[in-house]
């Protein structure tokens, strides 16, 4: 089996559309999509090599030093699948989209260190 790494990704507009939610609201559907997102690592637990976890603030390291930066990034998970479209079906119609203000997840294959 190859390894896949999914990365949650969820936009500053996103969070401010359901920071606009009335907190009744907002209560219900995190309860709703956790409920979902339980049920979702239930149902695909035997793929699932990493439950990884949300991310936080983020820094750049180049040649010009370390700096402050942002970028989509929300969480992770690393996935085991036969192939790139079924690690990728793995997470259709997740919750971190369907549910929570998610933009998307996007799924990229683990490739091996070249000369290890």
């Known amino acids: 089996m190859k390894k896949f790494c999914a990365i ?3 936009t500053a507009a996103g969070r401010e559309q359901w920071n606009k939610l009335d907190e009744a609201t907002r209560k219900q559907r995190e309860q709703q999509g956790m409920k979902a997102w339980g ?7 035997s793929s699932i090599v990493d439950h990884g976890s949300p991310l936080g603030k983020t820094k750049r390291a180049d040649a010009k030093g370390i700096s402050d930066t942002s970028n989509d990034m929300a969480a992770y998970t690393i996935v085991q699948a036969e192939s790139h479209d079924a690690a990728a079906k793995l997470f259709a119609n997740h919750p971190h989209f369907t549910i929570f203000p998610g933009e998307a997840i996007e799924i990229m294959e683990c490739l091996p260190i070249p000369g290890m």
Do not use: E, R
């Not at 049920?39 to 637990?45: I, N």
């Open 8 to 10: 949650y990704l969820g």
């Open 39 to 45: 049920d979702w690592v239930t149902k695909h637990q």
